[in-house]
C-alpha cells in the first residue's frame, strides 16, 4: 500500500464569496455560456514527475440532479450525482482526477453543467457548486 507523500494546493476557485477578514484567494475566469459554466483554472507549475492533477469540487444541495464536469473542447471529466443523502442537505466534497491531457500550458479550461431529468442542462448556481479546487498531489513510489 503506498502512502500519500504530500498534497500541494496550487489553486482554487470560490464560486460563492463569504465575508472574511482574511486574503480572499485568486478567482478564475468563469462565464455562463449554453447552459453551462465556463471557467480556467491556472497551475502554478506543469506537472512533474510523479504529479497527478485532482479537482475537489466542494457541492451544496442539488437533490436528484447531477453536475457533469467536463473540459470546454467537451473531453468528459466525469459526473457527481448524490446518493445517500438526506434532502436538502449539501452533498459534500467530491474528488475528480485530471488527466495531464486535459491541461494545456498550465491551464484546465472547465465547463460545468447541471443535468436535469426531462430539462435542457444549464449552469449551477453558486450555492449548487460551492466552490473547486484544483490540487497537484505528488505521491510517493509513483502511486
Known sequence: MALLASTVILAFVVLQTAPSASVSPPMAQSRQIDGAREMTLVLPHALRKGETAWLLVKVGVIGRNQIQLMTQDGRPLGTISQFG???GKPAG???????AEALSDGRLALRLSVMQSGRAPRAPTAKEVKSLRLLIRKFKDGY
Request: charge should be positive; glycine fraction near 0%.
Open 93 to 99: 466534497t467530491y474528488t475528480v482526477p485530471v488527466p
Open 85 to 87: 443523502i438526506r434532502s
